[in-house]
Every structure is written in C-alpha cells, then in structure tokens.
C-alpha cells in the first residue's frame, strides 16, 4: 500500500530565505507526483506536475524533484515571501490512475 | 475561465440526517473525483466520475455515494451521518479519465459539520 510522508509537518522562515520540502513514499512504481499548496479553509491548488520519465519541473520561484529509485521528491522554494505562508501538500498517483495518494503535508510560515 | 464550483462551501446536519453536495467541473472537463480531508486523515479519495460512470471508488463505507450528469456535473451524497463525516469535501476536476492523465483542478470544497 502505498504510503506518503512529508517531513517536517511545520516549519517557520524568515522573508528571503530559500527553503526545501520533502516528499517521500513506499511504492517507486508511480505515474506521476503532483505538488499542490493548499491555504487555509481553502481548496487546493496545484503548484507542479512531474511525470515518472521526468526529474524535475520548475515555475517562477518554485523547483521540484523526483527520484523514483529512491522514493523522494523536494519542493525548493527560492527568496521566499510572506505570501508563501500555506500548507504544501504532495500527491502520487499509482500506475493505474486509481487515485491520488497525498501526505499529510508541511505547513510553512514565512515571517515579515 | 471559471474554476471548479462547489455548493454549499458550509453546511451543518445533525446525526442521522443525509446531505448531497454539488460540484460543477471547469468547462469541457470530463472527469471528477471527489476527496474528504479531516485533520486526522489528511486527504482520502472517495471516487471518481467520467462520463455518468464511476470509474474508481475509495475504501469509504456504502453512506457515501455519487452520481455525474451529463453536462459533467457531479453530485455526492452521504446518507446516515455520523460525527466523523465531519469534513473538507473537495472536488477535482481533469480532462481525461484517471489521475494519472495530468492536473487535477480542485474547487474550494464544502465545509460539513454534523452536530
């Protein structure tokens, strides 16, 4: 069963600095791993979409990784701003598309 | 270009009541999937939707079910409830089929609350 973890559950920065989230899960065998920055009472909204054949994919300030050997996957966020300030969720989906399997999700605060 | 809409964004039942929420996918979107959120769960995966049919279906007991119109349209229900539905019910909306055919669009969900 596959299984999603994001360490650490909260963390606080200060404006500008550059910051990494981690992803990991159990299973290598994925389609694709999705990251989506959720705020508060708020839906989600996706922030990247890496394919398995893919390593990483980039969008203004924000870079992700995958490494499906090793199960892992980094959200890098770079200057980071107060605006920021959100739960960052990853998902995975399994190779048959049944659904997307997401952690629990790193709740970061950027202070002023 | 309007996003995924769900209806009621808050709603309070009491125990043993039923609720149906709503979500409108974002336009020439086929498929919908909906997940429950508890800060004790994270995000589960109840079931997917994609042309009237459900493809996929979560491990959730048989109160939770849903049905898609023909305009793309999808409803959930939840029969019987009990405290612990209290949740973020969020709805996702794709192109194509299945997860795994590119990014899910979610809407603001709707809050439940049973008493």
């Known amino acids: 069963k596959q299984e999603v973890t994001q360490i650490p559950a909260a963390l606080s920065v200060p404006e500008g600095e550059n910051l990494v989230l981690n992803c990991s899960f159990t299973d290598s065998a994925i389609y694709n791993l999705q990251w989506f920055r959720q705020d508060p009472g708020k839906g989600l909204t996706s922030l990247l979409l890496?394919?398995?054949?893919?390593r990483e994919q980039t969008s203004g300030r924000l870079n992700a990784s995958l490494d499906k050997s090793s199960g892992r996957s980094t959200l890098y966020i770079a200057a980071s701003q107060p605006g920021d300030s959100a739960t960052y969720l990853c998902a995975v989906t399994d190779q048959a598309g049944t659904a997307l399997i997401f952690g629990k999700g790193t709740t970061l605060s950027v202070s002023s | 270009k309007a996003g995924v809409t769900q209806t009621p964004r808050y709603l309070i039942k009491t125990r043993g009541q039923q609720v149906t929420l709503s979500c409108s996918p974002i336009s020439g979107h086929r498929s919908v999937s909906w997940y429950q959120q508890t800060p004790g769960q994270g995000l589960q995966f109840l079931f997917e939707y994609f042309s009237e049919t459900q493809r996929n279906k979560g491990n959730f007991p048989g109160r939770f079910s849903g049905r898609q119109f023909s305009n793309s349209r999808s409803e959930m229900n939840v029969s019987t409830l009990e405290l612990g539905d209290s949740a973020l019910y969020l709805c996702?909306?794709?192109?194509?089929?299945?997860?795994?055919?590119?990014?899910?669009?979610f809407g603001e969900g709707s809050r439940l609350t049973v008493l």
């Open positions: 996702a909306s794709s192109i194509l089929a299945g997860v795994n055919t590119g990014e899910l669009f």
């Open positions: 890496i394919q398995s054949s893919q």
